[in-house]
């Protein structure tokens, strides 16, 4: 006989005080869309630097020269006294039975013109095999060969931005363009491939490694790029290019293997940490607008006091005023959880449109964990309006004006 | 239209006393009340203000318990209640009107009437069509989709007694109805009361007022928490 329909009630008392329930929504609104937008900002950066390191490759050693005794980082740069050579190069390649490849790197930044453009970009010496080790492939042209590196040939591969810059839509291949005042023929043209590891691809200029170590006059390299053959390898392969390299340097640990995965990784987990401190964050706000209910459903226990009296008069028993209370305040967090997924969502998705470069994203545990939260600030925050309206005197709540 | 046996009156007040706590000692509502009313009765409660007329209607409606005596609505005592029990016995027996009318204001006359069905767990349809019959009883029937704080005092007083009696109660407790209406609307409540009456239902009227009081079968007098003859309440109003 006791089929008190409390739910009915509930939507009945949010409905006629629309304007009420709607602020007290609000907070619990903010909360959620806060939670999601922020965490979905999180997200997005993380897959902003996966897309920047997904060129790079998981298989990746990376050896440069120089020691430092804190592990986990690249040493300084200018730290180094003993150099790698283009022979630590070639034993790697040779013995290294574990490579796919081994791809020794020159850096420097020179003066590129042609006719009367110029620009300052970065100059890359390499070899053929750099190529293959970064996946980075002539479109036009071909890239540099053995023979190139060998003979310390002019010869120089263009990013695509650089030919662009330079060349317009004429065609660069064969032309002759001076690299820090030394003349180069263009031999091929890069693929597109934008921004990788805050490094414009497309804006550099490739060499054969011989002839920049002799343009910037260096005998040494920038770094050794290890491609291991198998990731599971990745550790075993940085141990034999360790004892190969120490043996070439008289049992001196004078270099620094990274192993860029692993470094990832670590990023990774920061950035993973970045979204829940995000989330964490914006959850207090939605902790904030749960208090606004509590706040806003005791008031309404005053205000409704006389409501309560007359309720009870005719029938109602604590637990129908208690269940009333406490549905409302639930309708109100779920609803705000609901409108609150809407807003986050639409914030996200114009957060996309304004900042095309970052890829946004919104995880859906972000939504149902908002939800849940939100329903939970509902009940929770509820129960105790719920329980001083439904422990009201009748006699006294009659009474009240 | 309620059959009761003969000699078991609907309510028996027995020795009941009820004292509140306030401040620093005892305040006495009641002391000592001895009542019984019978089915079909038309009952007019008299005294002044403070004189425990109050508390008396509170217990009779099951609104609060008597500190000592003994209180039975056919026959069951309301000792020991707890407060939903209480509700319960309120949602059942008892019909309330007060004289600043109670309703639900910004819900409709109708939502109002259905009130008391909703606690006593009716479905929605059946819900809807008795609170539409006692509307139709009172001559409001046209009035069912106005909002309460929309209606006249007198048209007020007629919602809160279609929802009194909506539930099909024993009794119908009026405190003091015509207090908020002017002469005319008082007039038809009265008779609206003495026609409820004369169709069988039993009504508790509390007043002040003698005119009124007139209306009724029999009056019981109260001064100072306890029930007096009509003579000793004259003496002492002067």
């Known amino acids: ?401 | 239209m309620r059959s009761e046996p003969p000699r078991e009156p609907l309510l028996r007040l027995r020795g009941v006393t009820k004292l509140y706590e306030a401040g620093a000692g005892r305040v006495v509502g009641l002391s000592d009340v001895d009542l019984e009313i019978g089915a079909g009765e038309f009952v007019a409660v008299m005294g002044p203000s403070g004189s425990g007329k109050s508390t008396l209607m509170n217990i009779l409606g099951c609104l609060d318990v008597p500190t000592s005596g003994t209180y039975e609505i056919k026959g069951t005592s309301v000792a020991g209640l707890s407060s939903d029990h209480l509700s319960e016995l309120r949602n059942r027996e008892i019909g309330f009107v007060f004289q600043v009318f109670h309703l639900l204001p910004r819900y409709t006359a109708l939502r109002n009437v259905e009130l008391p069905l909703i606690y006593a767990g009716v479905p929605r349809e059946e819900r809807a069509r008795r609170a539409l019959e006692e509307l139709r009883a009172v001559g409001l029937e046209d009035r069912k989709g106005h909002l309460t704080n929309e209606l006249s005092g007198g048209q007020k007083q007629r919602v809160a007694i279609a929802r009194a009696l909506v539930n099909k109660p024993s009794l119908l407790l009026a405190d003091e109805p015509t207090g908020n209406l002017d002469t005319r609307s008082g007039e038809e409540l009265m008779e609206i009361l003495a026609g409820l009456n004369a169709s069988g239902v039993t009504v508790v009227l509390v007043t002040h007022d003698p005119v009124l009081a007139r209306r009724a079968h029999r009056t019981v007098y109260i001064v100072d928490g306890r029930l007096v003859s009509v003579e000793r309440f004259r003496e002492i109003r002067g």
């Open chain 1, 1 to 401: 006989m006791t089929r008190i329909n409390f739910v009915e009630v509930a939507f009945d008392s949010l409905r006629i005080n629309r304007l009420r329930s709607a602020l007290t929504m609000l907070g619990v609104i903010i909360g959620v869309a806060a939670v999601i937008l922020l965490v979905s900002l999180g997200q997005g950066t993380k897959n902003y630097v996966e897309e920047q390191f997904a060129g790079l490759g998981s298989n990746i050693l990376i050896v440069t020269p120089g020691k430092i005794e804190t592990k986990g980082g690249p040493p300084i740069i200018g730290s180094a006294r003993h150099k790698l050579t283009l022979n630590d190069s070639r034993i790697l390649e040779k013995k290294g039975y574990l490579f796919a490849g081994v791809a020794p790197v020159v850096f420097g930044t020179a003066e590129v013109r042609y006719q009367n453009r110029s620009r300052n970009i970065s100059v890359l010496g390499v070899t053929p095999a750099f190529q293959d080790v970064r996946n980075l492939h002539v479109e036009i042209g071909s890239f540099l060969g053995e023979a190139d590196v060998e003979s310390r040939r002019r010869v120089c591969v263009l990013g695509r931005t650089v030919k662009r810059e330079l060349f317009g839509n004429a065609n660069a291949l064969g032309q002759t363009v001076k690299v820090a005042g030394t003349l180069f023929r263009v031999v091929g043209i890069m693929e597109k491939k934008g921004i990788s590891l805050a490094i414009d691809i497309d804006d550099l200029v490739f060499v054969p490694v011989r002839t920049a170590q002799e343009l910037f006059d260096i005998d040494g390299l920038f770094e050794i790029l290890i491609s291991v053959r198998n990731t599971n390898d990745l550790d075993s392969g940085k141990e034999l290019a360790t004892s190969l390299l120490k043996r070439a340097h008289n049992r001196n640990e004078d270099f620094t293997i990274t192993n860029q995965a692993a470094i990832l990784s670590s990023l990774y987990t920061i950035l993973d940490t970045l979204t829940y401190v995000l989330g964490g964050i914006a959850a207090i706000s939605l902790l904030v607008g749960g208090i606004g209910i509590m706040n806003i459903m005791l008031v309404t226990v005053k205000e409704r006091t006389n409501e309560i009296g007359i309720r009870k008069a005719v029938g109602a028993r604590n637990r129908d005023i208690l269940l009333q209370f406490l549905f409302e305040s639930t309708a109100l967090a779920t609803a705000g959880g609901i409108a609150g997924i809407l807003a986050g969502v639409a914030g996200a998705w114009a957060l996309k449109l304004l900042v095309p470069k970052l890829p946004v994203s919104i995880p859906a545990w972000s939504i149902l964990l908002s939800f849940t939260f939100s329903a939970f600030v509902g009940v929770f925050f509820g129960v105790y309006p719920a329980k001083k309206a439904a422990s009201l005197n009748p006699i006294e709540a009659l009474r009240y004006e």
